[in-house]
């Protein structure tokens, strides 16, 4: 057996665990706040934390975890250990050398890999992507993320920021995203772009229940929000998540159209809505996509659910020891 700590840095909740990477089972975990408002030295400090409390409880001795995999959610180069920004991140991190510092500081092999990328990588190799050499993974949440596996290898391209998928433009000549492009999918189905549809129409005064659900303040609709309003029967709610789910359908055929996938899975909370969503998304892709094979791909839902971060980053962190450059 072979034991890793994964670490998932969100912007919410920081989360440790000890993973047994043969398996994929968590042995114990720790959480807390992220509190990035105060700062990238108070964050770091609450993970070593984690990280060491995680390493002193328990049946292991320290010396049997191995290493430490952090799943951050922004851009890296994990050649270098680098994160090069974090656009949801107060201070957005720029050219923060974290697994330099936490190496130092932590005294154990550490190694970065985006959160996203680290999902796809669990999904792939304990969850919904199990037993395919072709798969392409998009995380729908506060934005839209994405990983792929081609020819039985996990893919990450250059620096490790190959699977961006939400920041595919899909209106050309759309509004601006924080990314600095325009028009990019994370504008059109991420959690917060379903929310503000939602936002929109109880401003105009349109008939739904999304308002009501909320006590019409307006800071409490969410994507959670309008779908439950979809599955009580508002279609208004329902619309909304259809015009989601056909520009994600766009984003998913281009993604098709380039990498021809053997299974296509779609993690993250916005992905609960399942068929409210998902059933627009297959739609789209049979309609625009007439050069690879649709009917031989299955479009499926994440099995890991919370825990794919977690046990992606110790996976990533194990390979990292075994094969530095893959």
Known sequence: ????IGVDLGGTNLRAAIIDTDSGEILCQRRSLTLAREGQEAVITRMLRLIEELASEGDLAPSEIKGVGIGVPGTLNIDQGLILFLTNLPGQWREVPLQQIMQERSGYPVALINDVRAMTLSEWVFGAGRGVDNMACFAIGTGIGGGFVLNGRFHLGNGGTAGEFG????????????????GCLEL????????AMGVKEVLHGHTTRIGEMVGYDLNRITADVIVQAAREGDALAAGI??????????????????????RVVFGGGVAQAGDLLLSYVRRTVRERVHVVPVETIEFTTAELGDDAGLIGAALW?????VQPKS
């Open 1 to 4: 057996m072979e034991y890793f």
């Open 167 to 182: 920041h595919q433009v899909v209106e050309i000549d759309g509004p601006s995203c924080g990314c600095g492009g325009r």
């Open 188 to 195: 059109y189905a991420s959690g917060p772009a379903i929310a």
């Open 241 to 262: 998540l259809g015009r989601a789910g056909v520009y994600l359908g766009i984003a998913v055929s281009n993604v098709v159209s380039i990498l021809s996938p053997q």
């Open 317 to 321: 962190a194990r390979r990292r020891q």
